[in-house]
């Protein structure tokens, strides 16, 4: 058995009037959401990132340029999928993803449900394989000033291939 890890990171600077994805869920009470080429959801972009990376594939400004119109405004559930289908092209499963968002405000605990059961559902793996994790930095650093969000991501794969 072959079994590799990548982690993955990102990060965004909020802004108000924009919506507020993350994981493939709106956080529909936010005042801010993400400045981004595509919906912005920062917590997709760090998973996709951990999933490449564990295959050496390279990142996702290389697969999905922001200089490309095609991906626009693009839901990230779209990219992942696509990421998703490049591991599994290469004969590898995904084991487990982790995924720890850093933002200190809004509240987004009552989502994480939610934003597990999306993540499993467009990756096509069981809910208690993913994680997702929210922490403040205690109003440290930019985070902390609620100027941006940043994520973390690792991602085990295997294959039982060669
Ligand atoms: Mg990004």
């Not at 922490?135 to 000033?145: A, D, N, Q, Y």
Request: proline share 2%; with cysteine.
């Amino acid at each position: 058995m072959d079994i590799r890890t990548g982690q993955g990171y990102d990060v965004h600077a909020m802004a108000e009037g924009l919506r507020m994805w993350l994981c493939g869920v709106e956080v529909k009470d936010s005042p801010v959401g993400f400045v981004a080429h595509s919906d912005g959801d920062v917590a997709i972009h760090a998973l996709c990132d951990a999933l490449l990376g564990a295959l050496a594939l390279g990142d996702i400004g290389h697969h999905f340029p922001d200089t490309d119109d095609k991906w626009k405004g693009v839901d990230s559930k779209i990219l992942l999928r696509e990421v998703t289908a490049m591991v599994r092209e290469r004969g590898y499963e995904i084991s487990n993803v982790d995924v720890t968002i850093a933002l200190q405000a809004p509240k987004i605990g009552y989502l994480i449900q939610d934003m597990r059961q999306s993540l499993a559902s467009v990756m096509g793996i069981e809910v208690s394989r993913v994680s997702v994790k929210a922490t403040t930095t205690e109003k440290l650093g930019f985070v902390g000033r609620k100027e941006g969000c940043e994520v973390w991501a690792s991602a085990l794969v295997f294959s039982n291939l060669g």
